[in-house]
């Protein structure tokens, strides 16, 4: 079975830094774009970074991509999202995924993790 399986979230102070892992398994996405998203409570699951099967990289907005950085090792089937200079705001669940296509969109995606949360305290 395909199973992306997030890691390395958790509750930090506004300013501080976090790395987030996925480490995928039952299949190979080295063809495929992988993806970060966020969801807070009582709201939508937001885009927040995306990188294609060749390195191509796409962030939310300039907040952003001046703070999370996200990469990809093929070699381990593993997407990250290190995160610094974290905010209140940025407190959700995030999730990775993985599709056919690069998006900013939910439905560009066909494979997703459980999520991890990542508290940030102001």
Do not use: H
Not at 2 to 30: H, I, K, M, P, W
């Amino acid at each position: 079975q395909v199973q992306l399986v997030e890691s390395g979230g958790g509750l930090v102070q506004a300013g501080g830094s976090l790395r987030l892992s996925c480490a995928a398994s039952g299949r190979t996405f080295d063809n495929y774009a992988m993806g970060w998203f966020r969801q807070a409570p009582g709201k939508e699951r937001d885009f927040v970074a995306a990188i294609n099967w060749n390195g191509l990289i796409t962030y939310s907005d300039d907040s952003v991509k001046g703070r999370f950085t996200i990469s990809r090792d093929n070699a381990k089937n593993a997407v990250s999202l290190q995160m610094n200079s974290l905010k209140p705001e940025d407190t959700a669940v995030y999730y990775c995924a993985a599709g056919a296509r690069s998006s900013s969109y939910t439905d560009g995606y066909n494979y997703w993790g459980q999520g991890t949360q990542v508290t940030v305290s102001s």
